[in-house]
Nanobody, 122 residues
Framework: VQLQASGGGLVQAGGSLRLSCTAS????????MGWFRQAPGKEREFVAA????????DYADSVKGRFTISRSNAKNTVYLQMNSLKPEDTAVYYC????????????????WGQGTQVTVSS
């Protein structure tokens, strides 16, 4: 599985962005999907995850109520809608695929995309 993330950019605090991650291959629906982020000098941290069917989701406390993860298995794509962005959301955002499950732990994921930069100015 190859993952291609896009949609990052520069936005002012309070603004919105939607990230997309498109997967190659025909088995996208076999994978739970997650979004993680890494800010300079910090460890990679969990942001959100979604089950294979999209019926289950999980969020980091820091983004609950502001971010929404969703997926389209028909389009082999997972999305992260980010609203009410804050400067502390600035990071490189990565999508990842977890075979048969979904988790907040990066060690559970099998494939990673290349990352997309999100910068939130104050």
């Amino acid at each position: 599985v190859q993952l291609q993330a896009s949609g990052g950019g520069l936005v002012q605090a309070g603004g919105s962005l939607r990230l997309s991650c498109t997967a190659s291959g025909r088995t996208f629906s076999s994978y739970g999907m997650g979004w993680f982020r890494q800010a300079p000098g910090k460890e990679r941290e969990f942001v959100a995850a979604i089950s294979r069917s999209g019926g289950g989701t999980d969020y980091a406390d820091s983004v609950k109520g502001r971010f929404t993860i969703s997926r389209s298995n028909a389009k082999n794509t997972v999305y992260l809608q980010m609203n009410s962005l804050k400067p502390e959301d600035t990071a490189v955002y990565y999508c990842a695929a977890d075979f048969l499950s979904y988790s907040s732990s990066p060690e559970q994921y099998d494939y990673w995309g290349q990352g997309t930069q999100v910068t939130v100015s104050s």
